[in-house]
């Protein structure tokens, strides 16, 4: 059986908790133009809507009565979200009702395809939520954090490679932080997004990007925006770029006194 769950937007107020969820909200009727928006195309009315209706599609009257029948809908979705069957059999739903339903809230405006989705725009006040997707979305996310915690058991006691990435992921001065810090703040990195602390430990230039953001916080390096500037020339628009302009051996008389100020910002510190 395959089931979804249609949520509501959820609004702060001061209301107490049994008045909010026992409120009542409703995914309605929306007009495209003369018609009302339909979640069935011809073909599928004929066969889908029909048989819940009891009709023959051929009747004279079943277009005018499929016509209200989408004007008509008014789908109440109660705090803890509305379940439905959208099994489908031989090509037949299992409830003909909960699969219209499903189809329409697919496409209406105001319903976001997952819960990022409706957040992401605020004329959206309801979303689908995908039991399976969920499952795998938080099945990648713990396979991504072992890949994690492997990373972090080889780099060990390296304290260096644990300052490049904690001055890549965050605000702090790792030179003030003792190892077991380090390391346990690098533990909060992993659970918060396993997939960004894969991403810093493996990547090929961590080093090379670690000493640009070293260089910024050390006043050799500015960084406007997005873009990197040495004194008064630009190397780069982003950090890519930038990391391409210390790799460049034509830059490197360049790359070698951004290192000298570097070190002499570090004596004097």
């Given at each position: 059986?395959?089931?979804?769950?249609?949520?509501?937007?959820?609004?702060?107020?001061?209301?107490?908790?049994?008045?909010?969820?026992?409120?009542?909200?409703?995914?309605?009727?929306?007009?495209s133009?003369?018609?009302?928006?339909?979640?069935?195309?011809?073909?599928?009315?004929k066969?889908?809507?029909?048989?819940?209706?009891?009709?023959?599609?051929?009747?004279?009257?079943f277009?005018?009565?499929?016509?209200?029948?989408?004007?008509?809908?008014?789908?109440?979705?109660?705090?803890?979200?509305?379940?439905?069957?959208?099994?489908?059999?031989?090509?037949?739903p299992?409830?003909?009702?909960?699969?219209?339903?499903?189809?329409?809230?697919?496409?209406?405006?105001?319903?976001?395809?997952?819960?990022?989705?409706?957040?992401?725009?605020?004329?959206?006040?309801?979303?689908?939520?995908?039991?399976?997707?969920?499952?795998?979305k938080?099945?990648?996310?713990?396979?991504?954090?072992?890949?994690?915690?492997?990373?972090?058991?080889?780099?060990?006691?390296?304290?260096?490679?644990?300052?490049?990435?904690?001055?890549?992921?965050?605000?702090?001065?790792?030179?003030?932080?003792?190892?077991?810090?380090?390391?346990?703040?690098?533990?909060?990195?992993?659970?918060?997004?396993?997939?960004?602390f894969v991403?810093?430990?493996?990547?090929?230039?961590?080093?090379?990007?670690?000493?640009?953001?070293?260089?910024?916080?050390?006043?050799?390096?500015?960084?406007?925006?997005?873009?990197?500037?040495?004194?008064?020339?630009?190397?780069?628009d982003?950090?890519?770029?930038?990391?391409?302009?210390?790799?460049?051996?034509?830059?490197?008389?360049?790359?070698?006194?951004?290192?000298?100020?570097?070190e002499?910002?570090?004596?004097?510190?």
């Amino acid at each position: 059986m395959k089931e979804i769950q249609l949520r509501r937007r959820e609004t702060k107020n001061h209301l107490p908790v049994p008045v909010t969820s026992n409120s009542k909200k409703y995914l309605g009727s929306i007009y495209s133009g003369q018609a009302p928006l339909r979640g069935l195309n011809s073909k599928e009315e004929k066969e889908i809507l029909a048989e819940y209706l009891g009709m023959d599609p051929e009747e004279k009257d079943f277009p005018r009565i499929a016509r209200e029948f989408w004007a008509d809908i008014r789908i109440e979705v109660p705090s803890d979200g509305k379940t439905l069957n959208i099994t489908v059999e031989n090509d037949v739903p299992v409830n003909p009702y909960d699969y219209m339903v499903y189809r329409f809230a697919k496409i209406h405006p105001h319903v976001g395809k997952n819960l990022d989705d409706m957040l992401s725009d605020s004329r959206k006040m309801f979303y689908i939520h995908d039991f399976d997707e969920a499952i795998a979305k938080t099945n990648a996310k713990v396979n991504f954090k072992k890949k994690a915690y492997g990373e972090l058991i080889k780099i060990g006691e390296d304290e260096d490679k644990l300052n490049r990435i904690l001055r890549l992921l965050t605000d702090s001065d790792p030179e003030y932080m003792s190892i077991k810090e380090k390391q346990n703040y690098i533990d909060q990195l992993i659970e918060n997004d396993p997939v960004k602390f894969v991403t810093t430990a493996t990547d090929k230039d961590l080093e090379l990007r670690s000493t640009i953001a070293e260089m910024v916080t050390a006043s050799v390096l500015s960084k406007i925006g997005n873009q990197y500037w040495f004194i008064d020339e630009k190397i780069g628009d982003d950090e890519d770029e930038a990391v391409k302009f210390f790799k460049d051996k034509k830059r490197s008389g360049d790359v070698l006194r951004m290192k000298a100020k570097l070190e002499e910002a570090k004596r004097n510190k």
